[in-house]
């Protein structure tokens, strides 16, 4: 069974840093297309970033050039590196799989994931 644990939410002022984990269990890494998703309160879930199963990886256009997505394989640990933050990024962000071979816009999708962690909390104050 796949298991997604978040970590590495918190608190920070505006141009601040953070760096969320996502430890999964139940599968391997070339099975699967891993992403980070975020919920504000009364929004819509987003995709903010992901890893396709061929390596590709896609950010959403709020994020480019602040948010990089990560991993180490060997710890089956999949990361979110969140700079120069700033209050619209404050949501609860989620870290989702799937054994989906999409790429590109389609892993940003929330319904092409089938797991799903608990979430962690970012907030991010002006």
């Known amino acids: 069974q796949v298991q997604l644990v978040e970590s590495g939410g918190g608190s920070v002022q505006a141009g601040g840093s953070l760096r969320l984990s996502c430890a999964a269990s139940g599968y391997t890494r070339s099975s699967a297309c891993m992403g980070w998703f975020r919920q504000a309160p009364g929004s819509e879930r987003e995709g903010v970033a992901a890893?396709?199963?061929?390596?590709?990886?896609t950010y959403a256009d709020s994020v480019k050039g602040r948010f990089t997505i990560s991993q180490d394989n060997a710890k089956n640990t999949l990361y979110l590196q969140m700079n120069s933050l700033k209050p619209e990024d404050t949501a609860m962000y989620y870290c989702?799989?799937?054994?989906?071979?999409?790429?590109?816009?389609?892993?940003?999708?929330?319904?092409?994931?089938?797991?799903w962690g608990q979430g962690t909390q970012v907030t991010v104050a002006s």
């Open positions: 890893i396709g199963r061929d390596g590709s990886i």
């Open positions: 989702a799989a799937s054994s989906s071979r999409g790429t590109g816009w389609l892993l940003l999708l929330e319904w092409t994931y089938t797991y």
